[in-house]
């Protein structure tokens, strides 16, 4: 999972969202998406699971080391 933040503001930016908006979606603090983002924070199951609906992925693509996203 180490490339999790890497994937999350990918998909962040392709959405057009800002990390505030996707903060607000997730209901999280801004900063604790920026932390995801910077991989300072690994997300709960939970969270994962949330990213994954917001941005139909699956978690999978998620967690996998590999930086493809289709």
């Not at 603090?29 to 995801?36: A, N």
Request: aromatic share 4%; hydrophobic share 40%; glycine share 6%.
């Amino acid at each position: 999972m180490q490339r999790f933040g890497e994937k999350l503001a990918l998909l962040r930016k392709s959405h057009g969202l800002t990390v505030r908006q996707l903060g607000k979606m997730l209901d999280v603090d801004h900063t604790y998406v920026s932390q995801l983002e910077k991989g300072k924070t690994k997300p709960s199951v939970a969270m994962i699971l949330k990213i994954s609906e917001i941005f139909e992925v699956s978690t999978d693509v998620l967690m996998k080391d590999v930086l493809n996203l289709d």
